[in-house]
């Protein structure tokens, strides 16, 4: 293996993003909570934000199928920095390690107008050499295309990256072009990882 790229995904590696953290102090009752967000306000609604659809059009077209819950629906993205709880401090750590290293890269499924504000409230950002979001590109993984694009942007060969990410599916992509990759799903040791990899 010779890896000479580090490649990040975000959410669920280095950021502590979920939409409870807001709503736990909207609803009073969990399973109400629990019913709108796995029914109304669900992942695969918040993924076409990842992939390029506005904010404002996903939050009205929502609206006009759940009035009952408009004001909950406005929420979502109106106080949307709720949602980030902060930093994994120790992946961000080993990111900094890695930084010493490597050249560093983010990719990453996340609104193209949400994503500004993580960037300017956590410093690590600007350690990554480059950075590929979703929303900007109308891309999003596991769309092998947007793994090409990010090779593209910045003339990297696939099989000197290791990829790193939480999600099966993305990592199962990035295998099929070639990369190296750790699936870190929650709860499990980055770094133990990497030092298996004689990364660390």
């Not at 796995?38 to 006009?64: C, F, H, P, V, Y």
């Not at 004001?71 to 890695?98: D, H, T």
Request: charged share 25%; aromatic share 16%; hydrophobic share 40%.
């Amino acid at each position: 293996m010779n890896i000479k790229n580090i490649v990040f995904d975000f959410g669920g590696v280095l950021m502590d993003w979920n939409p409870r953290y807001l709503y736990k102090e909207i609803f009073s009752n969990e399973d109400e909570m629990e019913y709108f967000l796995n029914n109304i306000a669900t992942l695969s609604w918040n993924m076409e934000q990842d992939r390029g659809r506005s904010l404002q059009e996903a939050t009205e077209i929502l609206q006009k199928q759940y009035p009952k819950y408009s004001k909950e629906i406005a929420l979502y993205y109106g106080e949307w920095p709720k949602m980030l709880k902060g930093a994994f401090e120790k992946n961000v750590e080993l990111l900094y390690r890695l930084h010493e290293k490597f050249p560093t890269y983010g990719l990453t499924n996340w609104s193209a107008e949400t994503f500004p504000y993580a960037y300017e409230h956590y410093p690590f950002f600007k350690l990554f050499k480059g950075i590929v979001v979703s929303g900007e590109e109308k891309l999003i993984k596991p769309d092998e295309a947007i793994y090409k694009v990010f090779l593209s942007r910045y003339e990297l060969n696939a099989n000197e990256c290791l990829f790193i990410d939480d999600n099966l599916h993305n990592i199962e992509a990035a295998q099929k072009l070639g990369f190296a990759t750790t699936h870190l799903p929650e709860g499990e040791d980055l770094e133990i990882h990497l030092k298996n990899l004689e990364l660390l």
